[in-house]
């Protein structure tokens, strides 16, 4: 079975620090050399657990918007609960023990104080995030969603006579192939871009 948060839910500890590392879409590379060096050294994970928590701070594989969604979702769940958190490693806590104990007092003994050592090495003011995180759940939470318009409608006046090529336009880039890249190399940025204009010229040719 391959390994994932759901199925291994005691990795959800380390989700808040991977999803603040990724919030502004670029993990930096004193993020990952600190976060990466705190998997290696953790006795109580697997070599294939190690693996794939590595794999979710790649920065040439970084995690989809789908992805980072339900990372956030998650982590409203967590917060929208009656036990508030104090920081990070709290928040990781309630994550990984939500659906049933994965993690037991003892290990939470063993394992939280490293956790919290790696905010401190990382610099997360984690109050001030998480409030900012609770601030934007509950106004989630207390409104409801309402057309009070036909969306369906809209769109196509909207959208005129172009829609035909609109619809296309949101088609391609919806692909996999159009995600996002994280590299902090201009002239590699520059060449995806490119190969992005000619695929979309391409098309309409």
């Known amino acids: 079975m391959d390994i994932s948060f759901s199925n291994d839910p005691k990795l959800y500890i380390l989700l808040p620090v991977i999803y603040y590392a990724w919030q502004d879409a670029a993990i930096s590379n004193e993020e990952y050399t600190r976060i990466n060096q705190f998997i290696d050294n953790q006795s109580w994970l697997t070599k294939a657990e190690k693996e794939f928590l590595s794999s979710k701070i790649n920065a040439s594989s970084p995690p989809s918007r789908s992805e980072l969604f339900h990372w956030k979702e998650n982590i409203d769940s967590a917060l929208s609960g009656n036990n508030k958190p ?27 104080p490293k956790i919290a050592e790696l905010e401190q090495q990382l610099g997360i003011g984690s ?79």
């Open 127 to 205: 109050v001030e995030i998480l409030s900012e995180y609770q601030k934007r759940t509950s106004i989630t939470q207390s409104h409801n969603t309402k057309s009070s318009f036909n969306v369906s409608l809209m769109t196509e006046l909207l959208n005129g006579e172009q829609s035909e090529i609109i619809n296309k336009v949101k088609s391609i880039i919806s692909r996999e192939d159009f995600t996002p890249v994280v590299d902090s190399n201009t002239q590699v940025f520059r060449e995806k871009v490119f190969a992005w204009c000619k695929f979309l010229a391409d098309a309409f040719l």
């Open 86 to 112: 104090k920081n990070f490693t709290d928040l990781g806590i309630l994550l990984a023990n939500a659906e049933r104990t994965s993690l037991s007092e003892e290990d939470i003994i063993a394992i939280a």
